[in-house]
């Protein structure tokens, strides 16, 4: 059975998803607020009543794809029209959508999903049906979630040219927090600082700093909502910066020695670089520990390739 | 006049020097501690009184080359043999060079050096002559220096194909705190707190965390000696962004907000995209205001294209 593909909200991501499920042959339909064009023969509407009718009727599963921002009119529309729909969502974030999703009481066919993919440029035009091709995406594996909705999330996935990765939300939002919103943040402050030297410190700027602060050249404002939305898990990966910050300068100023953050460095950059994945082409979603083992493959750096 | 080059060490830096001296017909001569192999026709030896006895008898520019770690011997050396000749050095650190210079008795006719070029890899068997092309080398231009050898240093190197920026040697140490050694400080950072959240977050990471933590793949030893050369501006530089990044935190926690971090990042960033940058290929030497005038070029981000 191939469940047909409701698609909430068409900017780069949302696009590019109804672009990939259309083109690998799902029935599939997208709603936006203001009309896409050109709309390229894609199904594509902005009355979100009459599209979350549709997915009702043809019983669809429903991607929420718009900005953490505009989520909450969004879940009441899905809660009005669709109730009943397989649930999932493009969100960089993973536990504050779910908590959001139960407050509109759809919950029991909910099952997150963060596609890790993204260009420069945002909006419809901007999408493209390869764009998640060889992407990680993320489907959250939360104790109590719906196996049947999982499999049609992670085949969705599938179908897009991604492989899925399983991750609890709450590890899910820790982990980008580190790796991605933390490298943000980071390279505003290192690019700030480089700024204070003046027209000499950006003159003798070279591969070290230009590396450091490429991603502070992205749009602030989808910088800013990205790293706001993850508020809480951010706090904690700029905690444990700090922490190791300070214990550098500490290190230095006392001992005139930065030894130990150095090494500690070289060497997780070594097991980035080193990364042994699994690649997993058939899971077990049956019994009461389907969840639990999907969430450890997950954390051993495990992907799912093929279902 | 093309005065000779003697140049003390031999490792990427200085055997790329002795090679791009002698490669542009320039007399140069090299000393190492250890033999070179293969020396590739180069006029190399590795005892270093007769090689700077010979610098002395031809009134030779003396480089050192050597790191910062193996300097107060070599500078001893020179003190001993060749006290009298215009110095220069290539170490990454300028201000305390200069004092290690001045206490050995050698600041009359010392101009300090720093050519800003480099690969992951290091040794003789590593340099090459053209390891300086179009790269910056800055040239110090504190008051009190000597205009005649400050000419000797920048014209070698503009004969090894770099451009020449002048400034004091505390504005380079603040500036190249900034641009280089805090790069690295904050790629390590990143990298362990990345690297706490395991497997998963490790494979998540994507082009942002990648580019932010690319350098702490550098051998640390290196890493270690380059940044604890440059600790006070280096402090310096740790205060500011930890300053920066405990308002981040606060502002995150106390307002749900990183606006102002992420503008004040995004705004530096393209200052240095849209840098522009002055090119001289004529300066006046001359006159009580010669070295300010330097300095002011050097701290508009100008830089030197011939002599």
């Not at 593909?5 to 083109?23: E, H, K, N, Q, Y």
């Not at 492989?163 to 580190?178: F, G, L, N, Q, T």
Request: charged residues 20%.
């Amino acid at each position: 059975m191939t469940r047909p593909v409701c698609v909430l909200g068409l900017g780069l991501i949302g696009g590019s998803l109804l672009r990939a499920a259309t083109d690998a042959g799902r029935p599939a339909w997208g709603y936006n607020r203001s009309p896409v064009a050109p709309a390229d023969g894609y199904d594509v509407s902005s009355d979100l009543p009459a599209t979350l009718r549709r997915a009702a009727d043809a019983d669809a599963l429903v991607v929420v794809a718009v900005p953490m921002t505009a989520l909450q009119p969004v879940l009441a529309a899905v809660a009005e029209h669709a109730p009943g729909c397989a649930l999932t969502d493009a969100v960089s974030v993973k536990a504050p959508v779910a908590a959001a999703v139960a407050q509109h009481g759809l919950a029991a066919r909910y099952v997150g999903g963060h596609p890790m993919a993204g260009t420069a440029h945002s909006g419809w035009a901007a999408g493209s049906a390869t764009l998640f091709r060889d992407a990680a995406w993320v489907v959250a594996a939360d104790d109590g979630l719906d196996l049947d909705v999982w499999r049609d999330v992670a085949q969705l996935a599938l179908v897009c040219g991604a492989h899925v990765v399983p991750a609890s939300a709450e590890e899910h939002d820790r982990a980008v927090a580190a790796i991605s919103h933390l490298p943000h943040v980071l390279a505003a402050v290192l690019a700030a600082v480089g700024g204070e030297g003046g027209e000499l410190a950006l003159s003798l700027a070279a591969g070290s700093f230009r590396d450091g602060t490429r991603v502070a050249a992205t749009r602030p404002e989808l910088v800013q909502a990205m790293c706001e939305a993850n508020r809480s898990s951010l706090l904690d990966a700029l905690e444990d910066t700090l922490t190791r910050l300070t214990n550098a300068r500490d290190s230095l100023r006392d001992n005139a020695t930065l030894g130990s953050t150095v090494a500690a460095g070289h060497t997780a950059r070594l097991r980035l670089d080193e990364l042994h994945r699994t690649e997993v082409t058939d899971v077990d979603l049956t019994g009461p520990q389907a969840l639990e083992r999907l969430r450890a493959l997950g954390r051993n750096g495990g992907m799912i390739r093929r279902l």
